[in-house]
């Protein structure tokens, strides 16, 4: 009898593929270990196991595996589950979901090596140079990569060469699969065992009387090992003595001292001392029994609590009720900022329990992270981290938190799967049948209104800890304030007031300004011309440290101008402005403060951010100006005032969450002034004072939002009352994607009728040199999803067969808002 397994391909290809293997081997493998499998003419890929069964393939004949990477599954069945959901749901493949949800390093690639053929006898003359520089080379090494045989011959392409020698039978070559991950490996030194005994350490110490930075190595390798019983690593040896590596070489190379490896973890806890306790507050206490209740018939309960009110403290209380019973706990949060702020606080109370996963962790580190959540390691009992943490194989998953839940960074756009951490969240805890606490300060539509549906559990927390008063929030009319000449660059005399008395009282500042940069348009005062970016539709912002032009769609950068490429006008002038040019505005209006910029350019490493958070929280930093990264539930003891810049261009955004964006975004940003005993002022400048959602939130009137915006939804039939599938067309040629929207767009306006929208340019219509036309289908509640969906793919599979179209790459984004 025959065996076969299916395996997902790490590729954007629907089905799975079909494998033979032997009795043995189908005995051994089980769902979810890797094999690597040829696949095409000559490539070799890391599959997943999806299934061992018997079962021959009829349209193809199965070929054999190549090789088992996996001792035991690295995926689990609850994971299977949640990928095949993520793919019908999100309408991608499992292929994609598969690359998405593990670490690179497990993701193998294939190498191409060459080897001498030694069955044949070559005549040298009867090689070209090039061929005869290869041949010579692998009479000193066995085995050459493709990349070596490039620098031998010192041309960019070797495989002509490689074609040749492979054609005269001069070489073999062979697909060579190589494991990514490498455990972290620490250098120890101790004492040779031969100097075990007290003469041959005398006599030892005697001989090196000589040499007297040696002696001092090994007397301070005594004094360490006195001190702590530890092993002991070579660079505290070399820190300690002030010696450098070369003598501890000398030692080792005179076999007075020994070196070894031990494996260790890349992502280590400090142990510092636990400060478990701490307690709640009378209405902390009522909220979190409220919640325990609610738990007993809801599976998921939304936590409405305004912005300090101390959230994460129930949240903690939830968490350590879940590791009483032995099970994980996840807590998923939308910035890789507020992991770092967050972790602090969690191992504090939990120790080393707890376990963070999002993309600034290296290869390597991801893996170690992956395998103690698949062992239910002590180690990763709570996991923290951003939306790529909710792919993670849980073991016993005991409960999901989803803090923040309203941000639009839970919802992934490229590249596929386009999934929404929330929901894909909400479906893992279903998978582990646990319940969901979703928290926000400004819950997004779509939870608000579960809630008031009864899908949703809904507890309210109204009170700030502590009892501390919300934010005094006033709005600046700056049309007025121009007028009056009361504007110095963009401060307006209030902001400027305020500031220079919250300083004198020694509390820090928070500037709000939603764009990176100095200014996004440079214009020509004499013929208007501003820089373009080649590839995009959009102008270039100049970045004024830098003294560049950049792109922010594509990353094209230039030199800025000194004169207009038009007319040659050495007149030029910004428009509009950004993070830069706030920093640059404060420094000048007050010179002795100490000012820093937290935005995407000034937080690239990977501790970016903690350096900034840390230096602020210390007091360092006395005005922090930043983009939407500092609203998000980040926790600053000592500020007192916020000013945000200009709060017009987020309400004039063309989309129809703009209003509530701007809403929430403006609420939390308030929430970070006055969190401790004095209240908090919050400067809100802008054009149009009298608009309603500014209102609202000088108010802090988040139902009245509510009310107002549902009316809008249900009028122009918007989610959460109808569901949206966006479908976006890309070509370089303009006219393809032209003709391909109305094809789409027609064929599915037969099916779907009046709830199509488009094809239409959004606003940036080319990006990376790819134009972009989208079409909106609005479905109606009583409408099937699934035959929605059934019946789009029907109609990509029918336009991806026409020849004109099929270059044309189309692009399914469910819940694409």
């Known amino acids: 009898m025959s065996h076969f397994i299916d395996v997902i391909l790490p590729i954007p290809l629907p089905n799975l593929f079909t494998y033979s293997i032997t009795k043995a081997e189908a005995e051994f493998i089980k769902p979810g270990m890797r094999v690597s499998v040829p696949f095409g003419k000559s490539k070799i890929y890391t599959a997943l196991v999806f299934s061992v069964h018997d079962k021959e393939p009829l349209v193809y004949e199965a070929k054999d595996i190549h090789q088992i990477l996996d001792d035991a599954p690295i995926v689990t069945n609850y994971q299977f589950q949640l990928w095949q959901w993520i793919a019908d749901y999100y309408m991608c493949t499992m292929g994609e979901v598969m690359r998405a949800a593990l670490p690179n390093a497990f993701i193998l690639e294939s190498e191409t090596i060459i080897f001498r053929n030694t069955a044949t006898v070559v005549n040298d003359s009867d090689l070209k140079d090039d061929e005869f520089l290869v041949y010579e080379a692998l009479h000193h090494q066995t085995s050459l990569t493709v990349q070596d045989i490039t620098s031998i011959i010192d041309k960019k392409n070797a495989l002509p060469v490689i074609k040749r020698l492979v054609e005269k039978a001069i070489i073999l070559v062979k697909e060579e699969m190589f494991e990514k991950y490498k455990p972290k490996m620490v250098r120890y030194v101790k004492l040779h065992n031969q100097y075990a005994s007290e003469n041959q350490l005398q006599d030892l110490l005697e001989t090196l009387s000589r040499a007297p930075k040696q002696r001092e190595i090994v007397l301070t390798l005594f004094s360490i090992s006195a001190r702590n019983k530890k092993p002991i690593k070579v660079s505290e040896l070399t820190n ?126 991801r893996v170690e992270v992956w395998n103690h959540v698949l062992n239910n390691s002590p180690k990763a009992q709570i996991v923290i981290g951003a939306r ?102 963009h401060f307006s005399d209030r902001l400027i007031d305020e500031m220079t008395e919250t300083l004198q009282e020694g509390y820090q500042i928070i500037l709000f300004q939603n764009r990176r940069g100095f200014s996004p348009i440079v214009e020509c005062q004499t013929c208007g011309h501003s820089p373009q970016c080649p590839n995009c539709d959009v102008s270039l912002t100049y970045h004024q440290y830098r003294d560049q032009l950049r792109c922010h769609y594509c990353g094209y950068n230039t030199v800025m ?257």
């Not at 507020?338 to 191992?347: A, D, E, G, I, S």
């Not at 929430?664 to 309603?692: C, D, F």
């Open 388 to 489: 790529s943490a909710v792919l993670l194989p849980f073991q016993n998953l005991g409960l999901v938190i989803v803090d923040e839940e309203h941000e639009q960074s839970y919802k992934q756009f490229d590249p596929a799967p386009r999934y929404h951490a929330r929901d894909t969240a909400i479906i893992l805890a279903s998978i582990f049948k646990v319940k969901t606490l979703l928290g926000s300060a400004t819950p997004s539509l779509e939870s608000f209104y579960n809630a008031k549906q009864g899908k949703y559990g809904l507890v309210e927390l109204n009170v700030r800890y502590n009892d501390v008063l919300m934010p005094d929030i006033e709005l600046i009319d700056l049309k007025d304030k121009f007028k009056r000449k009361r504007m110095t660059g």
């Open 240 to 365: 300690e003595s002030n010696a450098s590596s070369t003598i501890i070489k000398s030692l080792l190379d005179k076999e007075i001292l020994e070196e070894f490896y031990i494996q260790t973890d890349r992502v280590t806890y400090d142990e510092a001392e636990n400060s478990s306790q701490f307690s709640l507050t009378e209405y902390q206490t009522k909220t979190l029994n409220n919640i325990i209740e609610l738990f007993d018939n809801q599976n998921i309960v939304l936590l409405n609590g305004v912005t300090s009110s101390g959230k994460t403290e129930i949240y903690i209380k939830l968490i350590e009720s879940i590791l009483d019973t032995k099970k994980q706990a996840l807590y998923l949060l939308p910035e890789i900022a507020l992991t770092t702020q967050l972790v602090q606080r969690l191992q504090d109370y939990f120790g080393e329990k707890v376990a963070v996963y999002h993309s600034r962790y290296s290869s390597n580190e």
């Open 561 to 817: 101008i000194k004169t207009c490429e038009t007319c040659g006008s050495n007149i030029l002038d910004t428009k509009g402005f950004g993070t830069e040019q706030v920093e640059k505005e404060v420094s000048a209006l007050f010179p002795d403060v100490k000012v820093a910029r937290m935005d995407l350019d000034s937080t690239r490493g990977k501790y970016g951010y903690e350096k900034l958070i840390d230096a602020f929280q210390q007091g360092e930093i006395d005005v922090l100006v930043g983009t939407q990264m500092l609203t998000k539930g980040l926790d600053f003891r000592n500020v007192k005032l916020v000013g945000v810049m200009n709060a017009d261009n987020m309400l004039n955004f063309p989309d129809f969450r703009a209003h509530e964006r701007s809403y929430q975004l403006l609420v939390q940003v308030s929430g970070r002034a006055g969190r401790t005993k004095e209240r908090g002022k919050v400067l809100i400048q802008t054009y149009n004072p009298y608009h309603k959602i500014l209102q609202q939130v000088s108010t802090n009137n988040y139902i009245e939002m509510f009310a107002e915006q549902m009316n809008d939804r249900h009028i122009f039939k918007y989610p959460p009352i109808y569901r949206l599938i966006k479908i976006t067309l890309k070509h370089k040629d303009y006219n393809k994607v032209n003709t391909g929207a109305d094809w789409f767009a027609k064929s599915l306006r037969n099916v779907f009728k009046e709830h199509v929208l488009g094809p239409e340019f959004p606003p940036v219509s080319r990006i990376r040199n790819q134009y972009h036309k989208n079409i909106m289908v609005k479905i109606p509640k009583n409408q099937s999803l699934s035959k929605t969906k059934e019946a789009i793919v029907k109609i990509n599979n029918s336009f991806s067969s026409v020849k004109d179209f099929r270059a044309v790459r189309v692009i399914l984004n469910v819940d694409s808002f």
